[in-house]
């Protein structure tokens, strides 16, 4: 009923939390659901684009006509996006990556001890700056989750990742972020127009970033 507006049109979604592995049954995660990512896949496929959903674990089942991958690291993630990336016309980055990730990891379950334990943390790839380096016609969406000066830090990260779009969204709010059916977010483009949303479903908030995809893909040509 909507005609498929984007056709042909190569999305990357990555969507879900990463696990970062301690030892077999232990790892560091975060409490995203993959509702916002699964969301905008789901969208975009319903709008004829041609998706490939790059998720860490969720218990959502995986949406129909959509390729899914399944990862459970940061570097796992980085490997498959690097992979889709000369392919893709527009790159969402709703996935809530680890920053840090244990510098050991053991191949057996760690033993209680008497004394408290230090584990050392080093840092994760940072997928979407690599990708604002790496970019060429592809549109990048970011997402920034925050809990203060939302806007100032969105802007930020707009500039220092190359991005052409960022869909921000304070993760304190009620009824916005982590494993909510519902997301308040603002849209901020590179020429820092923004839109500030109510409160709204995640497929709404997915319908809205997509209009605004395909407007920049038409702008440039590439629709
Ligand atoms: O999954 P849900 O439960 O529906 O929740 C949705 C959400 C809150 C996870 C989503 O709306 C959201 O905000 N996703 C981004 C979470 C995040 O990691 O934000 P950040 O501000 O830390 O990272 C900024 C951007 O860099 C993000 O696009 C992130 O995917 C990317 N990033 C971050 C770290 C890293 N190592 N590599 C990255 O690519």
Known sequence: EVGSPLKDVHIIVTAGPTREKVDPVRFFTNHSSGKMGYAIADVASKLGANVT??????????????????????????????????????????????????????NQKLKKQNSDMQIEMERTVDILNELGKLKSTQLLVGFAAETNNLEEYAKKKIITKNLDLIVANNVTSEGAG??????????????????????????????????????????????
Request: without cysteine; proline residues 5%; charged residues 25%.
């Open 53 to 106: 959903l790059i998720t860490g674990p969720t218990v959502i089942p995986a949406p129909n006509d959509v390729t899914t991958i399944q990862i459970e690291t940061a570097q796992e993630m980085y490997e498959q996006v690097i992979k889709h990336f000369e392919q893709a016309d527009v790159v969402i980055k709703s996935a809530a990556v680890a920053d840090y990730r244990p510098v050991q990891t053991y």
């Open 178 to 223: 982590f494993d909510k059916d519902t997301n308040i977010v603002t849209i901020i483009d590179k020429a820092f127009n923004k839109v500030e949303l109510p409160k709204m479903s995640k497929y709404d908030v997915a319908k809205i970033l997509l209009e605004k995809v395909q407007l920049l893909l038409e702008e440039r040509g590439r629709l």
